[in-house]
């Protein structure tokens, strides 16, 4: 039972355009809930969090809402940039469980010059 | 510079042969994480631990065994019980207490069981 989805495999947008990454969620206990970027055989890095009391979280050119009611996050990347094209995973922490993520399928972004 | 090293890069092993992978932290975090990604899908935990001369299984435990005898250290071994052991696998670590505990991930280590 996947308890964090990411329905879009892949998302193709165009340079200085705004992206947007879905994540839905089945979880209501989760507490934290972060976005981790993907190069091709590399580690995820880190990209933004939000706590699950907010409803937004805004670092730069990327946004995260959270929309508690829908069990939905999204991520918003403006603009766009050609080195923004990666795989984006979503995760979501529960406090009281070992500070284990669980992560979505991911989305594979590509920012087209 | 402080970081998180996996060896090797990829690795090749015959159907039935237990190999280890390594994972090695500088960063002193308390917590270290194995990962597991097959294509097209997210990543799956494997194992992780808090602190040394613990650790919890994950996800997808079965045909997997780890250890963490130094807080640096935490080689995770994919035994033959492992059905499906050609993967992607990552090491990660964090900060104990950190709220929320942003994990730093390794490169990975590609492993294909032929």
């Known amino acids: 039972d996947q308890q964090v989805k990411q329905n879009s495999p892949s998302l193709s947008v165009q340079e200085g355009r705004i992206s947007i990454l879905n994540c839905d969620y089945t979880?209501?206990?989760?507490?934290?809930f972060l976005w981790y970027k993907k190069y091709p055989a590399e580690g995820p890095t880190f990209l933004i969090s939000?706590?699950?009391?907010?409803d937004k979280n805004e670092d730069g050119r990327f946004t995260v809402f959270l929309n508690k009611s829908a069990k939905h996050l999204s991520l918003h990347i403006v603009p766009s940039q050609p080195g923004d094209s990666a795989v984006y995973f979503c995760a979501a922490l529960r406090n009281n469980a070992g500070n284990m993520l669980t992560f979505g399928g991911g989305t594979r972004l590509m920012v087209k010059p | 510079d402080g970081g998180i090293t996996q060896s090797p890069k990829y690795l090749f092993r015959k159907e039935g042969q237990n190999v280890t992978l390594s994972c090695e932290q500088n960063?002193?975090?308390?917590?270290m994480y194995w990962y597991r990604q097959d294509p097209g899908q997210g990543l799956r935990l494997i194992y992780y631990?808090?602190?040394?001369?613990?650790?919890q299984k994950g996800d997808i435990a079965e045909g997997y065994s780890v250890s963490r005898e130094k807080k640096e250290s935490f080689p995770l071994t994919v035994t033959s019980a492992q059905k499906n052991p050609t993967a992607f696998y990552l090491c990660?670590?964090?900060?104990?207490?950190?709220?929320?505990?942003?994990?730093?991930f390794g490169p990975g280590t590609r492993l294909t069981v032929l």
């Open positions: 960063l002193n975090h308390d917590a």
């Open positions: 631990s808090q602190i040394v001369n613990d650790f």
């Open positions: 939000i706590s699950s009391i907010k």
């Open positions: 990660a670590s964090s900060i104990g207490g950190q709220i929320p505990p942003k994990q730093f």
């Open positions: 979880n209501s206990m989760f507490d934290y």
